[in-house]
């Protein structure tokens, strides 16, 4: 059974458009998080949600918003998407501060 | 967190044991090391952790130093599906949720 799930695998799109990314984890745990790696493999947190609550939201353009409607979901809003953007977005989740699952990313290819 | 350092890449024959070194000099006294993996187009993959005690489970043995300076992933027997770039990290409980990957050692596991 797959731990974290993501959808859609790949995304490409145009500059401008708004689109979203799912995350859903089956693992009970109660923290979630979103990862952006980009072309030199550097995984950087942009968020982290703990029992639907944000806890942790780094340096990132307002036009990120993650929604987690319950604790095994946490989503990622992206609006008027730039070619910067184009990258690996990994979804992870742990119980409190321990290891990490991650999920299988989604490749955003922004044009 | 402290910084890392590890070869960018090695090789091993298949069915040998795979050791991957890294350097962690300036690690502080409460930081954790972390061994982390991704497969190609892959998320990561938690392999292992430790404080100073040796651990063992049953993807591979961390040997951590007497200093904690440096320490040795040990693939005990590596195969083809153990080819990946893995990364050692360091890090605190409760620093937050910065996950910085670096480059790692790419293993490629020759048969």
Known sequence: ?111 | DAKTTQPPSMDCAEGRAANLPCNHSTISGNEYVYWYRQIHSQGPQYIIHGLKNNETNEMASLIITEDRKSSTLILPHATLRDTAVYYCIVRAPGTGNQFYFGTGTSLTVIP
């Open chain 1, 1 to 111: 059974d797959t731990a974290v799930s993501q959808t859609p695998k790949y995304l490409v799109t145009q500059m401008g458009n708004d689109k979203s990314i799912k995350c859903e984890q089956n693992l009970g745990h109660d923290t979630m998080y979103w990862y952006k790696q980009d072309s030199k493999k550097f995984l950087k947190i942009m968020f982290s949600y703990n029992n639907k609550e944000l806890i942790i939201n780094e340096t990132v353009p307002n036009r990120f918003s993650p929604k987690s409607p319950d604790k095994a979901h946490l989503n990622l809003h992206i609006n008027s998407l730039e070619l910067g953007d184009s990258a690996v977005y990994f979804c992870a989740s742990s119980q409190g501060q321990t290891r990490k699952n991650f999920g299988p990313g989604t490749r955003l290819t922004v044009l």
